[in-house]
């Protein structure tokens, strides 16, 4: 004990003194009570109020020492003090009178307490083990509103979820303490959870589940009325709105479940449509959309740069060929796309011609046929068709001309004066002049725009040919004319066609070489093909218009050559192993041979392999090849939720190289460093199949005290805990554990660590020998006496005596007991440093002395009391009684406990009999053994020798 005063010495023997003479010296009475203010893992504080009086007049103040038992002191009043936790400490007030007289002392045990607990789990139940120190009752509350009152109890939880489970605990005195963890019960954490991909009405869902335990089953319900048992699904919805879509995950090992929900919106279009074939003319297409939901706009582009905005147009094609045609259909929320390759049989090869007389005519080149379609009632030396079908035509002015009639219409003046007409793919029309200027016309003001000299004049036409320009010149002359750099080269021959060419174009027809493409020219009232790169000219419809032809136009002048079929099955596809592919040919009206056998437009794809397809008609073929691979689905482990050190990084690593990926920070790389806290996850995809991962990273530097080094009573154990989130340990015993419960004394050391941070800490643990102590032997009483009770052992700061009915004083050494009944007493002892010593003594409490009175002799049949043997006693508790004839054999036994009133063998006793014959009379032997009621255990015996008389 440390005492704060300046002759510690003579201090403590004052001390010793008074102790020595208390009984004579006391004036005065030392008391105090205390109640913990705070606590917390490490402390505890107290608050000590002290209620220490003189017991004399004397006014005068006393004087305090507190021994707080720890080894720390104070000389005030009413002092605050902190404990460590995890034990109890014996705190005395030392009280002395004004003269620094010691005059009396008080102590009390303050008590420690410490609530912690462990747990295991197996999904929704709970085993919960108390590791609390000097607790005495315990109060559970398990999260849910369910609580306890068990010190080590079982829960079982009804729902997943996270639950915060706290134990308070309390000990004998004023300790209380909570301590409280987090707890998840159930299957897994968002075990049931899904994301989605949406294209259209068709949606891949993909579940969060990352385990391949075969006893997880998957249930999906698509909210449309639709289910699944596929672990990632893909769904076509037939309507568009909101789906709740939800995902039922269950653990057959365990029947446990978990279902998540969501509002899955399949509000975009998926644009569809189809077509017809006009009859009567058989290059008009009538177009069906064929969409489903509510749509506000559509765009159709037919392919051949026409273009419609209503939902059902109808489109004549011009020359023969294969044309995508794209639907485009939008509402408020979305749009959507779909293209089809179509085959025109019918149209071109039709060249439009401007007669002498005005007239257009329709010509079939293949069929050397003409149509007049009207007459303008302007006489056009030549005519042009643009990409959008739209035809013009130049005289003094530019004009259009309607293709189904004939009518015009003036677009305004152009001062390009000459003969010739074409128009390019860009749909600008292009003239030479008089001076061999070459010039772009606008369709829209006819306003010119000069290109470059040709320094050739023109004799009739323009055409272009696979996008080079061509001219007729003066002389039966064929000029080419590249535009960029501008370069003017004659074509070696001359145009023989039995006079001047008027006109040239160029026309696409049916068939499937290159030679489809057609260059054309037009002399009087006849065709001729040329050759472009020789001008050799052929004789294809000889006198196939009744009037001279002034000018020509096909809209095949605007067009490259490009193959008749274009079939494209797409790229190469790498899918997960549970997909299918469709695989479209992307055609329609046409033949179809797969390599698979099939001979339809599109096939079902959902094994690895090389497919091809051969896409034909009357006329052409063409083919394609793709190779699609099915692939396991990627699995994704990020790891652990895991803590790290404030200065450290770790590298997530998705895994599967080769795959593509994306991260909740955008990243698309495999593996993300990461250096701050958050909860990350990646998408892995690997063709269509994908997985994700999660993982929540935490930072933080450990910490750990495991206190100040400490003394402890023989047979208690302290338990030092080094929790840290995320943290691994390894102690000087070889433990692993976050805490570990000391029994031995010694020194205990801890190392903590948090990614590459660690942190130590060491304590020195002492336990002090427990008290020997020894009460004084058992004894009797009658009932009325008093004993003193006692024990040896040596001297102690505190007794406690139970029961303490009937005692004088139950806190002092020696007290004086007066039972009523037999009683054992049981006394505790503190000793200076706290620690406790029991034992116990039994009282027994008898009426009177106990006597035992065994005849000598008895006479049967005598009709007096003493006709049969009997022994007589008081407090006999019970007796066991054998009688022996002289020659040792044994006539008569009686066994009874209690002993029945009137002596051995209640009224009966030995008649002198045995076996149902009479002794003769003599000398017999007994032998008696009997125990009393107060020493029952105690066996007492007697023998000696009866006379039956006769």
């Not at 606008?442 to 306003?447: D, I, K, L, R």
């Not at 040239?504 to 040329?530: H, P, R, Y």
């Not at 795959?659 to 495999?670: D, E, I, R």
């Amino acid at each position: 004990m440390t005492i704060l005063h300046a002759n510690c010495t003579s201090l403590l023997i004052a001390i010793a003194i008074s102790f020595a003479t208390r009984t004579n010296a006391q004036t005065c009475n030392a008391d105090f009570q205390y109640q913990i203010t705070s606590q917390d893992s490490l402390t505890f504080t107290v608050q000590f109020t002290n209620f220490s009086v003189y017991t004399d007049s004397s006014p005068d103040p006393l004087f305090y020492i507190w021994d707080f038992g720890d080894g720390d002191s104070s000389t005030a009043t009413n002092p605050v003090h902190s404990f460590q936790q995890g034990q109890s400490y014996n705190t005395c007030l030392f009280v002395y009178d004004s003269n620094n007289v010691f005059c009396d002392t008080a102590c009390f045990a303050v008590p420690s307490c410490k609530a912690s607990f462990l747990y295991t789990s197996s999904f929704f139940t709970f085993s919960f083990t108390d590791y609390s120190t000097n607790a005495s009752s315990w109060s559970w509350d398990f999260g849910d509103g369910n609580t306890s009152a068990l010190q080590n109890p079982f829960h079982t939880y009804s729902t997943n979820g996270y639950y915060n489970v706290c134990l308070t605990i309390s000990d004998t005195g004023s300790c209380t303490y909570s301590y409280c963890l987090s707890v998840w019960a159930g299957c897994w954490y968002d075990s049931s959870g899904f994301y989605y991909y949406a294209n259209g009405t068709t949606v891949q869902f993909n579940s969060t589940q990352d385990s391949t335990d075969s006893s997880i089953v998957y249930s999906w319900d698509f909210g449309d009325g639709n289910n699944s048992t596929q672990k990632n699904p893909l769904h076509t919805y037939s309507t568009f709105g909101t789906f709740n879509v939800c995902l039922s995950v269950q653990d057959t090992s365990s029947t446990c479940t978990d279902t998540f929900c969501l509002a899955v919106m399949v509000n975009c279009l998926d644009a569809q449509f189809g077509y017809s074939q006009n009859n009567a003319q058989k290059y008009s297409f009538t177009f069906t959309d064929y969409t489903n939901g509510l749509i506000t706009s559509w765009l159709w582009n037919f392919g051949d740069g026409a273009t419609d905005t209503t939902a059902n147009p109808t489109h004549a094609y011009l020359i023969y060929g294969y044309y995508q045609v794209c639907l485009t259909v939008s509402n408020d929320s979305c749009n959507d796309q779909l293209c089809q390759y179509i085959w025109i049989e019918y149209g071109q090869s039709i060249v439009f011609l401007a007669m002498n007389n005005g007239d257009i005519i329709k010509a079939d080149i293949e069929n050397c046929t003409s149509t007049i379609i009207g007459n303008t009632g302007m006489g056009f030396l030549d005519i042009a068709i643009c990409p959008d079908g739209k035809m013009y035509g130049k005289a003094d002015s530019l004009y259009s001309i309607d293709t189904s009639n004939a009518s015009i219409t003036s677009i305004g003046p152009n001062n390009v004066d000459g003969n010739s007409l074409t128009c390019d793919k860009n749909g600008q029309l292009l003239a030479v002049d008089g001076n061999t200027d070459l010039y772009y016309i606008s369709t829209v003001n006819a306003q010119s725009t000069f290109i470059g000299k040709t320094n050739y004049f023109s004799a009739g036409d323009l055409t272009f040919y696979n996008d080079t320009l061509y001219l007729a010149a003066i002389g039966d002359t064929l000029v080419r004319i590249i535009l960029t750099p501008f370069t003017v080269i004659p074509v070696g021959g001359m145009l023989t066609v039995g006079g001047g060419v008027y006109g040239i174009v160029t026309v696409k027809n049916s068939d499937c070489t290159k030679g489809s493409i057609k260059m054309l020219a037009f002399q009087n009232k006849s065709v001729w093909e040329v050759s472009p790169y020789t001008a050799i000219t052929t004789p294809l419809c000889m006198n196939v218009t009744s009037d001279v032809i002034y000018g020509a136009a096909s809209l095949g002048e605007t067009q490259s050559y490009s193959p008749p079929i274009p079939v494209n099955l797409g790229n190469d596809s790498i899918l997960c192993e549970n997909d299918s592919l469709i695989v479209d040919a992307g055609l329609q009206g046409v033949q179809y041979q797969w390599s698979t056998g099939d001979t339809v437009a599109r096939i079902i794809v959902d094994t690895s392999g090389k497919y091809w397809v051969q896409v034909s008609n009357n006329n052409c073929s063409n083919s394609d090849t793709i190779n699609i691979t099915f692939t396991p689905s990627p699995s994704v482990n990020l790891g652990n939720d895991t803590t790290l050190c404030n200065s450290d990084s770790l590298i997530l690593d998705a895994g599967n190289p080769g795959s593509t990926y994306f991260w909740s920070t955008s990243a698309t790389t495999q593996t993300l460093t990461v250096k701050s806290a958050d909860t990350y996850w990646v998408i892995v995809s690997i063709g269509s199949c994908s997985a994700a991962g999660l993982i929540t990273v935490n930072f933080g530097n450990p910490a750990v005290k495991l206190g100040n080094d400490t003394s402890l009573c023989q047979g208690n154990n302290l338990q030092l805990d080094a929790t840290t989130p995320g943290a691994t340990y390894l102690w000087s015993t070889g433990d692993y554990s976050s805490f570990i419960n000391i029994t031995k004394q010694g020194i205990y050391a801890v190392t903590v660590t948090v990614g590459s941070c660690e942190i130590s800490d060491s304590i020195q643990v002492n336990f002090i020998p427990l008290p020997s102590i020894l009460a004084f032997h058992d004894t009797t009483i009658i009932r009325g006496q008093s004993v003193q009770l006692g024990i040896s052992g040596g001297i102690f700061i505190s007794y406690n005596w139970s029961p303490s009915s009937l005692l004088n004083n139950s806190t002092i050494a020696n007290p004086i007991a007066n039972p009523q009944q037999t009683t054992t007493y049981y006394v505790t002892v503190i000793d200076s440093n706290g620690c406790e010593a029991n034992d116990s003594v039994i009282v027994y409490v008898i009426e009177a002395e106990i006597n035992i009175y065994i005849p000598n002799a008895f006479a049967p049949g005598c009709k007096c009391e003493d006709d049969k043997f009997r022994i007589y006693g008081n407090y006999i508790k019970a007796m066991e009684l054998h009688i022996f004839d002289r020659w040792g054999e044994r006539v008569y036994e009686y066994k009874g406990s209690p002993l029945p009133s009137g002596g051995a063998g209640g009224g009966l006793g030995w008649d002198g009999t045995y076996l149902g014959e009479k002794m003769n009379a003599g000398v017999y032997i007994y032998y008696l053994k009997y125990s009393t009621v107060d020493n029952p255990d105690i066996i007492r015996v007697k023998e000696g020798n009866i006379n039956l008389i006769r």
